[in-house]
């Protein structure tokens, strides 16, 4: 059999001690094949000994006529962007990192130094740190700037990528994300730590 891992059930369950995480880990060792939907995804397959050889790289599948059949929002002079990735970068949160304050910080000093620009931010409403993100962005007085958005279904999300300028993914993992490459097949630009070597 194939085992297709497609995020945090490689990064994360595969390293729980639990009953899921040891069927998981099972699993893995004993495929045939495991399919890995993103290049970062390879340090966490060498981290738990699975032979690299029955191991290979396979995209995700972004239908892109799909995205691009959608009407186009208006443009305006409000720079809008939309932060996707899930609320997940305090020392508190236990799945993998996102690094999303580290965007935030940096939309706080560009509204700073640039007070005649005017921007908003979108953010995706998911992840263990909603809260602690809502605390940040209070602190960093951008609530005026800011918009809290539900994840919804996929149409919903579509449209929200139509309706920004710049997306903005994770800052931490150095690999993309589905948003990211469903962002990318709207034709919008993405802010992202991209690790090179990792997709080498």
Not at 4 to 28: K, P
Not at 68 to 81: G, Y
Request: aromatic share 10%; proline share 3%.
């Amino acid at each position: 059999f194939i085992a297709v891992a497609t995020g945090a059930d490689i990064s994360e369950l595969a390293f729980e001690d639990s009953r899921n995480g040891r069927q998981y880990r099972a699993a893995l060792e004993e495929a045939d094949l495991v399919l890995l939907a993103n290049t970062g995804q390879w340090v966490f397959a060498d981290r738990l000994g699975l032979d690299l050889s029955k191991v290979a790289f396979v995209p995700f599948a972004i239908d892109v006529a799909k995205h691009l059949s959608i009407e186009q929002a208006p443009r305006s002079e409000v720079l809008q962007f939309f932060s996707v990735a899930r609320l997940d970068w305090s020392e508190h949160a236990r799945r993998s990192l996102k690094g999303n304050d580290v965007f935030f910080r940096a939309f706080a000093r560009y509204l700073s130094d640039h007070p005649a620009a005017f921007a908003r931010l979108r953010i995706a409403d998911w992840g263990v740190d909603r809260a602690r993100t809502r605390e940040l962005i209070t602190a960093l007085g951008l609530d005026p700037a800011v918009e809290y958005v539900p994840v919804g279904d996929k149409a919903r999300l579509a449209t929200l990528f139509q309706e920004a300028d710049v997306v903005v993914d994770q800052f931490s993992m150095g690999s993309a994300g589905l948003g990211c490459l469903e962002a990318m097949a709207a034709g919008r630009p993405v802010f992202i730590h991209w690790d090179v070597d990792l997709a080498a």
